[in-house]
């Protein structure tokens, strides 16, 4: 199976900075690369995926970039509604797996 | 509106059974693979499985943690999907979500609004 390995698991930030989530593959899987936000109670909802294509309706604040199998996931300047938890999931083979998740959390 | 909208989820002892439901609307069930994923209690996200369309003969894919015990089916006429859980144990407590698998890329693009199975004696 394939491990995705996430960082930081938790991170406190203010409102206007720029947070960085790092995902790392335990094989090579391509761009098969998804971020996912949640917030409590609810569903999660794709923000990125194929490593980098912002989905639609996301706000461009967010981005996703790859190299080799580290994936990034960037938000330039944090807003109140960011304030959720964050996972990454491939999909390049089964079983398809999920990372373990970073909870952005206010400062 | 494009929606899946899900039922069933309970209390079960542990060795029970449950089934799961979610109807989609809004959109043509039937040209989409279809996934479950589920979250344990403070956890993070668990795939469960996928059921593919008719085209591919329906066939499904488990995560290991519940093959031979969860079986995946849909009801294209019904634009629903299935989730029968046997043989169920405590470590399957979870809130179960059922989502669409986008077309093309294989992505999950829509989700249901979850529901909660609890395995307890």
């Known amino acids: 199976d394939i491990q995705l390995t996430q960082s930081p698991s938790f991170l406190s930030a203010s409102v206007g900075d720029r947070v960085t989530i790092t995902c790392r593959a335990s094989q090579g899987i391509s761009t098969d690369l998804a971020w996912l936000q949640q917030k409590p109670g609810k569903a999660p909802k794709l923000l990125i995926y194929?490593?980098?294509t912002l989905q639609s309706g996301v706000p461009s604040r967010f981005s996703g970039s790859a190299s080799g199998t580290e994936f990034t996931l960037t938000i330039s300047s944090l807003q109140p509604e960011d304030f959720a938890t964050y996972y990454c999931?491939?999909?390049?083979?089964?079983?398809?797996?999920f990372g373990g998740g970073t909870k952005v959390e206010i400062k | 509106e494009v929606q899946l909208v899900q039922s069933g989820g309970g209390l079960v002892q542990p060795g029970g059974s449950l089934r799961l439901s979610c109807a989609a609307s809004g959109f043509i069930f039937s040209d989409h693979q279809m996934d479950w994923v589920r979250q344990g209690p403070g956890k993070g996200l668990e795939w469960v499985g996928r059921?593919?369309?008719?085209?591919?003969?329906?066939?499904?894919e488990y995560a290991a943690s519940v093959k031979g015990r969860f079986t995946i089916s849909r009801e294209d006429s019904k634009s629903s999907l299935f989730l029968q859980m046997n043989s169920l144990e405590n470590e399957d407590t979870a809130v179960y979500y059922c989502?669409?698998?986008?077309?093309?890329?294989?992505?999950?693009?829509?989700w249901g609004q979850g529901t909660l199975v609890t395995v307890s004696s």
């Open positions: 989502a669409r698998v986008r077309n093309g890329d294989y992505y999950i693009d829509l």
């Open positions: 194929a490593a980098s």
């Open positions: 999931r491939q999909r390049n083979s089964y079983p398809v797996t």
């Open positions: 059921i593919r369309k008719r085209v591919n003969g329906y066939s499904a």
